[in-house]
C-alpha cells in the first residue's frame, strides 16, 4: 500500500492540473460565499436568514472542480494508457484504488478546510456592516457555535465524498467525459428535478435520496421544524452514494482488463 501512496501522491504533486483545479475549488467558495453575504441585508429584527448556511454557498459551485479532480485522477490514465504501467508496477488493484481515493481525500479535506475557513473569515467581516448584528438578534458567526461548526466541518467533508463518489464512477466508466457528465448530472439534476414536482411527497423523497440535497443538509443551522432530512443522516446519504460507487468500481477494476 505504501508504494502505491507514493506513487499517487507524485502523480497529484508533480503535474499542474490537480493544483489548478484545488485553486479553483477554494477561489470559488470563498468568491461565491462573499458575493451572497455582500449581497444581503437586515435593516431591522426578525430578517430569518441561515447566515451560515448562506456564507456557504459557494460549495454549490466549488464541488465540480473538486468533482473532475477526482475523475481525472483514474480516468486520464485510461486514456493516455498509463494504467497499464500503473497496474503492472502495483498488481494489486484494490490498493490502487485505495491509494487513488486516501490521497484525493487528504487534498480534498485540506483545500475545502481553507476554503471554509476563509469563507466564514469573509462573512464575519461583512454580515455586520449589512445589519446582522447582535442588536437585530445575530451573533457573529464562530466555530464556538455547536450547528456552525457542524455546518462548516461537514462542508468539508461532503467536498471529500463528493470526490470519492466521483472517482468510484469514473473507476467503473474509465471514460473522462461520460464521468464528469455523470457525476455533474447526478449533483445538480435532482434538485432541478425537484422544484419541478407538484407531489410534495414525491418532491421531499427525492431531496432525501439525492446526493447534493441530502448532503447539503449538512450546512443547515435554522428552518423548517421538519426538513426534508437531518443534517447528518444527510450526509450519510452522500457517504452510501459514494461508498457504493468505490465499490462498484473496484469491483470492475478487479475484473476487467485495462
Known amino acids: 500500500m505504501r508504494p502505491a501512496l507514493r506513487a499517487e501522491w507524485t502523480k497529484l504533486r508533480t503535474t499542474a492540473g490537480p493544483a489548478w483545479l484545488l485553486l479553483a475549488s477554494v477561489t470559488v467558495t470563498v468568491a461565491l460565499g462573499a458575493a451572497v453575504t455582500a449581497a ?10 441561515d447566515l451560515t448556511q448562506l456564507s456557504l454557498t459557494g460549495i454549490y459551485l466549488s464541488q465540480a472542480p473538486v468533482a473532475i479532480l477526482a475523475v481525472l485522477a483514474i480516468s486520464s490514465e485510461y486514456s493516455t494508457g498509463l494504467i497499464r504501467i500503473t497496474l503492472t508496477a502495483i498488481p494489486h488493484r484494490p490498493a490502487v484504488l485505495a491509494a487513488k481515493a486516501t490521497v484525493l481525500t487528504l487534498a480534498v479535506a485540506a483545500s475545502g478546510g481553507v476554503a471554509v475557513l476563509a469563507s466564514l473569515l469573509v462573512a464575519r467581516i ?14 457573529p458567526l464562530s466555530l464556538a457555535n455547536g450547528p456552525t461548526l457542524r455546518a462548516y466541518a461537514g462542508s468539508v467533508l461532503y467536498l471529500v465524498l463528493v470526490a470519492l463518489l466521483s472517482l468510484g464512477i469514473a473507476a467503473t466508466v474509465r471514460d473522462s467525459a461520460t ?3 455523470t457525476i455533474l448530472g447526478l449533483l445538480y439534476l435532482p434538485p432541478i428535478l425537484a422544484q419541478t414536482m ?3 411527497h414525491w418532491q421531499r423523497l427525492l431531496q432525501q435520496v439525492a446526493p447534493m440535497s441530502a ?10 421544524s421538519t426538513p426534508p432530512i437531518g443534517p447528518w ?3 450519510a446519504v452522500l ?3 459514494a461508498t457504493g ?10 475484473r476487467r482488463d485495462t
Do not use: E, K, V
Not at 40 to 49: E, F, S
Not at 127 to 135: D, E, M, R, S, V
Open 40 to 49: 444581503i441585508a437586515c435593516p431591522q429584527r426578525g430578517c430569518d436568514l
Open 126 to 139: 461583512t454580515l455586520p456592516g449589512n445589519g446582522f448584528t447582535p442588536a437585530h438578534g445575530y451573533r
Open 179 to 181: 464521468a464528469i457528465g
Open 198 to 200: 407538484d407531489n410534495p
Open 215 to 224: 448532503g447539503l443538509a449538512i450546512q443547515t443551522t435554522t428552518g423548517p
Open 233 to 235: 443522516a444527510g450526509l
Open 239 to 241: 457517504a452510501a452514494w
Open 245 to 254: 460507487a468505490l465499490l462498484t468500481g473496484t469491483l470492475l477494476l478487479h
